[in-house]
């Protein structure tokens, strides 16, 4: 099994970027869609993108969006991945040319569909909430619902904590996880004791997988 990657989603400050960079995270979430309550303008965005070290990914969230702002905080933030939360159609997703995760509504969502209606995707992230519902909330699902089939990179989110990511490698194996609430003291704002724990935990069932 190769090193479980991991995504700090929700960044809202330059500080909490440079903390999950120093602790060796290897993406950052950008939360772009006026839905949820850890959005920030594109501006900010742009400058926590720009602060990022070389292989760092910034990766850029929208939920059922308007096409033209997507466009304007694309070339605005000019994101390495852009992630999809809502509705989006497959030609709706391909039409930034910028690489794409889908990320998949377990709370009665239907995976298996959208593995195949987004055969495009680079790869795909599975989320406790429920479709049309923003994610965040801190919420886990069974994660003996992932299918185990799929040869797309899969990424375990929803209600991760330091507690139990560890369970949750062990128990799907996945490509990478991906956090939000489960390291901050506040909404949009990280806690690097709760970060630095999380990576450690993550690091430490990884190592038993090998």
Not at 174 to 188: K, L, N, R, T
């Amino acid at each position: 099994m190769n090193r479980v990657r991991i995504k700090f989603c929700g960044i809202t400050r330059v500080e909490d970027a440079a903390m999950a960079c120093a602790l060796g995270v290897d993406a950052i979430g950008l939360v772009l869609t006026r839905r949820s309550s850890r959005c920030i303008a594109p501006a900010l965005a742009r400058e926590i993108r720009r602060a990022l070290p070389p292989f760092v990914a910034a990766v850029a969230l929208f939920m059922d969006d308007e096409p033209g702002f997507i466009a304007d905080a694309v070339a605005t933030v000019q994101p390495d991945v852009l992630q999809f939360h809502g509705r989006e159609t497959l030609d709706e997703c391909l039409r930034y040319e910028v690489p794409y995760l889908k990320a998949i509504a377990m709370d009665g969502g239907d995976p298996v569909r959208e593995l195949h209606e987004h055969a495009a995707a680079i790869g795909f992230l599975f989320d406790a909430h429920a479709p049309g519902s923003p994610g965040g909330g801190g919420r886990a699902f069974d994660w003996r619902r992932v299918p185990r089939d799929s040869h797309f990179p899969l990424i375990l989110a929803g209600g991760l904590t330091c507690d139990n990511v560890g369970s949750a490698i062990r128990a799907v194996r996945p490509y990478a996880v991906d956090v939000s609430s489960g390291i901050e003291s506040a909404p949009g704002i990280k806690d690097a004791e709760k970060m630095r724990r999380f990576v450690e935990e993550v690091e430490r069932a990884g190592s038993d997988e090998r």
